[in-house]
Nanobody
Framework: QVQLVESGGDLVQPGGSLRLSCAASGSGFKAEYFNNYAIAWFRQVPGKEREAVQCIDSVEGTLTYTNSVKGRFTVSTDYAKSTVFLQMNDLKPEDTGVYYC???????????????????????WGQGTQVTVSS
């Protein structure tokens, strides 16, 4: 089993910044294999379906799924800490929601970020962290 724990969500004014963290651990997780996973950030806003935001893996690099965050959000990895970050700048009220990280398990080869992500593409999920952008 792999456990994912998100942190960093907060209330922030429009134009502000936050950095979310997703730390991996668990009985089925080994730190030296962390870069074999694909890790994605999803968000769920009120009244809408959960949507994929960005993803990172060691095969393709990074993918941005949501056009509205391009140039504002950046996903990165600290392998020493088995942690993936989502740096969010110039936050807008539309960015409000619960942000989740999700891990796609490697099998024979390293896991890759899917081009058209679905819930079922990811094997482990964190419990989410609330981001609220409001004045």
């Amino acid at each position: 089993q792999v456990q994912l724990v998100e942190s960093g969500g907060d209330l922030v004014q429009p134009g502000g910044s936050l950095r979310l963290s997703c730390a991996a651990s668990g009985s089925g997780f080994k730190a030296e294999y962390f870069n074999n996973y694909a890790i994605a950030w999803f968000r769920q806003v009120p009244g809408k379906e959960r949507e994929a935001v960005q993803c990172i893996d060691s095969v393709e690099g990074t993918l941005t799924y949501t056009n509205s965050v391009k140039g504002r959000f950046t996903v990165s990895t600290d392998y020493a800490k088995s942690t993936v970050f989502l740096q969010m700048n110039d936050l807008k009220p539309e960015d409000t929601g619960v942000y989740y990280c999700a891990a796609r398990t490697p099998y024979v080869v390293r896991a890759q970020c899917p081009d058209h992500p679905k819930y079922s593409d990811f094997d482990y999920w964190g419990q989410g962290t609330q981001v609220t952008v409001s004045s």
